[in-house]
């Protein structure tokens, strides 16, 4: 790996102590890249220039340009469409929480995992995201708004447990104590349901909340919607979760996006609560995002706060998702491939 920004401390000084250079330039050069984020190495002003151009010649520094912004009048929230290093465009999203500026940001560039109703994957996956250009999404947002970011969610672009080591080095990266200093428990990683890597998760014990994307209570229906459906099976994923609650003591989160006349009726909610019934877990209802390729529509604002009720009669703790930036609105992944076909033009 030579993308300093996706180095550890360690893995920095190891590197700078073969070039000959005293122990104390890792914790020098780590500081630069990740507290004090710069653009390049000419702005690590207490390095010597010899040693600074030696820098530039041995690494690479992952850095993100705004390709495209848009802000919301409405709520402040901001859509960001980068360009990696490599000329890829991916997305990320600044929220301004009550609770703190979140930071929602992708994990590759495309996916490989094929929703239906999920725009990300519509051309597949392009490549794995670095640690590096993971962190980069949040530090660009920090200088573009001058605010700083208290949480962050990885449900962006792309599988994370399908970039299982950059997203393990990533958190280690942003929590540490030289660098960002997030908290882990600020961070939360969703999944499609990559069952092996759920308990190889668990077994890391960090602190940080998994949201499992269910969508729907069986196999059956959950085919029709996301193909990983057909290798593992929903009593599988959800034990898979169970051991990760067990293992942290983190609340799990299922995400269930409603689709109008396929997920959102009774009879699903009542499976639902059932399978989840018991469990410390929390269900986030995301009405569906339509897509132009799929086919699928959002249910009624009624239909949602039906099934809502529903599984809270039933004991299951359940919110519908606020959609934020409402005025900038356009479903995962949209902005990105709307601004690639304009570009291809
Ligand atoms: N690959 C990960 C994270 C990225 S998607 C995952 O599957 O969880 C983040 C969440 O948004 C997932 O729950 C995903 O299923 C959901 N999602 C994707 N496209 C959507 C759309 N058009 N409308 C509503 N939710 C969507």
Redesign the pocket.
């Known amino acids: 790996m030579n993308d300093l920004r996706s180095m550890t401390i360690e893995e920095i000084t190891a590197a700078l102590q073969e070039m000959g250079q005293p122990s104390f330039r890792g914790a020098q050069i780590f500081a630069w890249v990740q507290e004090k984020k710069v653009r390049s190495f000419d702005e690590m002003t207490n390095l010597p220039k010899t040693l600074r151009e030696r820098l530039a010649e041995v690494f690479s520094l992952s850095l993100l340009t705004i390709e495209q912004k848009l802000i919301s009048q409405e709520d402040r929230t901001r859509k960001y469409v980068y360009a990696l290093p490599d000329g890829l465009l991916i997305e990320s999203v600044f929220m301004p929480y009550d609770y703190g500026n979140t930071a929602c940001i992708s994990s590759q560039a495309g996916?490989r995992?094929g929703?239906r109703?999920?725009?990300?994957t519509l051309e597949g996956l392009a490549r794995n995201l670095l640690p590096g250009e993971m962190l980069e999404q949040i530090f660009r947002m920090e200088e573009d708004t001058g605010e700083k970011i208290s949480h962050v969610v990885?449900?962006?672009?792309?599988?994370?447990l399908d970039n299982y080591d950059n997203l393990l080095r990533f958190i280690a990266l942003i929590t540490h104590e030289k660098g960002k200093h997030l908290s882990e428990r600020n961070i939360t990683v969703?999944?499609?349901g990559l069952v092996p890597q759920i308990r190889r998760l668990a077994g890391e014990h960090l602190q940080i909340t998994l949201?499992l994307?269910l969508?729907a209570p069986n196999d059956a229906l959950r085919k029709t919607m996301m193909p990983i459906a057909n290798a593992y099976s929903v009593q599988e994923t959800v034990a898979a979760c169970d051991e990760y609650f067990s293992a942290t003591g983190r609340r799990m989160s299922y995400?269930y996006?409603l689709v109008r006349g396929v997920n959102d009726t009774d009879a699903c909610a009542q499976e639902l609560a059932a399978l989840l019934h018991g469990k410390n877990a929390h269900v986030n209802l995301?009405p569906?995002?339509?897509?132009k390729e799929r086919d699928y529509l959002a249910p009624e604002r009624s239909a949602a706060l039906r099934f809502q009720k529903r599984l809270e009669n039933l004991g299951i703790n359940a919110t519908i998702r606020k959609k934020m930036g409402a005025d900038i609105d356009s479903?995962?992944?949209q902005l990105r491939l709307k601004l690639r076909t304009k570009q291809g033009e």
């Open positions: 996916c995992m929703c109703f999920c725009a990300s990885v449900m962006g672009s792309g599988e994370p969703s999944t499609c949201a994307s969508h995400e996006s995301i569906i995002n339509p897509i479903a995962c992944g």
